[in-house]
């Protein structure tokens, strides 16, 4: 069908791929993308070789994860980050709604979106890294507008703003201002890196009496248990530097929460978190609520690298956090992200959970 021995093929939606009783598309795909096997693949319905290395195969997926590891073994890997805010505003400006407008029977000239229009749509009708929900919102929007037009409405032009969308659409669906937090005793905010762009994680720790048991809660996935774990050994070995008393380990279970419990979470990002809920917790200082972080620690409180940071910063700066701790070995990462996220927003560079604590109590260096 593409008339060439050549052509570039596009396979999307890699990562949903499933085998069952009927076959194994990932099997077959591996020979297909196999650059040493390709040359003369056979294909099951015509039976005979054919030579695919001149075809430029394309996948494309939105998580790494599900893809089976030696069919990712015969990738290059080239991940492209989530729009911010405002590259999401200029595609919408330019693209989407002349679209959206013309797709639905009005002339571009009566209907104008208004800059808060389209920035109230993004922040608070969509939560994705890309760009699909807002083009089907903005559609919404464009066939509201139509149905006025057909009813009789014959105004000359329609000024879209923000109180339009709420007229059109109803309340937001989403707000990322409640999940501010005020300065708080056994609780930190991280930062975390989803298909749909970065989030900000809330990280609870409570004490009561008990045995020195653990309780885990949130559906944590077994790589964020094991941080848990570690946090919670950190604190314990370093408790006469923190200022703990050793017995209260013994006298006292901790239980983690990481709220919206029926969302999965995993990865390694969230160790400096939980570590600074835990020190919070059996100190009694409050951690600083305009503070996110992210990285992995060890249990010498170390905070190693992480990834997602271009993506995890722009979610602290929508969600109004004013400081974020960032491994030191991520510095070369903060360097390539857009001036329009750091703009506003102070990056701290840690090294070690000495750093962190400094830095995200109340009373510590970021508040001098």
């Known amino acids: 069908e593409a008339g060439t021995v050549n052509p570039v093929i596009l396979l999307d939606e890699i990562d949903k791929?499933?085998?069952?009783?009927?076959?194994d598309p990932a099997s077959a795909l591996l020979e297909v993308l196999d650059p040493e096997q390709n040359v003369a693949f056979r294909d099951r319905y015509l039976e005979i070789p054919y030579d695919l290395s001149k075809v430029i195969f394309i996948t494309t997926a939105n998580s790494l994860e599900t893809i089976p590891s030696p069919l990712l073994d015969r990738m290059e890997v080239l991940e492209l980050s989530g729009y911010t805010r405002n590259e999401k505003y200029e595609i919408a400006?330019?693209?989407?709604?002349?679209?959206?407008?013309v797709k639905?029977?009005?002339?571009v000239k009566r209907v104008k979106f208004e800059e808060s229009a389209v920035y109230r749509l993004i922040d608070g009708f969509t939560r994705e890294a890309g760009v699909r929900n807002l083009e089907r919102e903005i559609g919404s929007v464009c066939r509201k507008i139509a149905t006025e037009v057909a009813s009789g409405k014959t105004k000359k032009k329609f000024d879209i703003d923000d109180k339009s969308i709420e007229k059109y659409l109803g309340a937001d669906r989403f707000s990322y201002t409640d999940e501010l937090r005020n300065?708080?005793?056994?609780?930190?905010t991280g930062l975390a890196w989803t298909q749909v762009g970065g989030t900000t994680l809330p990280v609870e720790v409570a004490l009561f009496k008990g045995k020195?048991?653990?309780?885990?809660?949130?559906?944590?996935?077994?790589?964020?248990?094991?941080s848990a774990k570690i946090a919670l050994t950190y604190v314990k070995l370093h408790a006469e530097e923190i200022g703990v008393d050793g017995k209260k380990f013994e006298d006292y279970d901790v239980h983690i929460h990481v709220p919206e419990g029926a969302t999965p979470k995993d990865g390694?990002?969230?160790?400096?978190?939980?570590?600074?809920?835990?020190?919070?917790?059996?100190?009694?200082?409050?951690?600083?609520?305009?503070v996110a972080m992210t990285g992995e620690i060890t249990l010498r409180g170390r905070v190693l690298p992480i990834g997602g940071l271009k993506e995890k910063t722009l979610a602290a700066k929508i969600a109004g956090i004013k400081t974020v701790l960032v491994p030191e070995k991520n510095?070369?990462?903060?360097?390539?992200?857009?001036?329009?996220?750091?703009n506003g927003l102070e990056i701290l560079f840690v090294e070690t959970m000495d750093d962190v604590i400094a830095h995200a109590f109340v009373g510590g260096k970021g508040n001098n």
């Open 17 to 23: 791929l499933s085998s069952d009783l009927r076959g």
């Open 93 to 101: 400006k330019r693209y989407l709604v002349p679209k959206e407008t």
């Open 104 to 107: 639905n029977g009005l002339d």
């Open 183 to 188: 300065d708080e005793v056994g609780c930190a």
């Open 212 to 226: 020195g048991n653990l309780y885990l809660t949130g559906k944590l996935g077994e790589v964020m248990q094991e």
């Open 268 to 290: 390694p990002s969230a160790g400096v978190t939980l570590a600074t809920a835990i020190t919070s917790a059996f100190t009694g200082k409050k951690v600083r609520g305009d």
């Open 331 to 342: 510095r070369p990462d903060v360097e390539e992200i857009p001036a329009e996220i750091k």
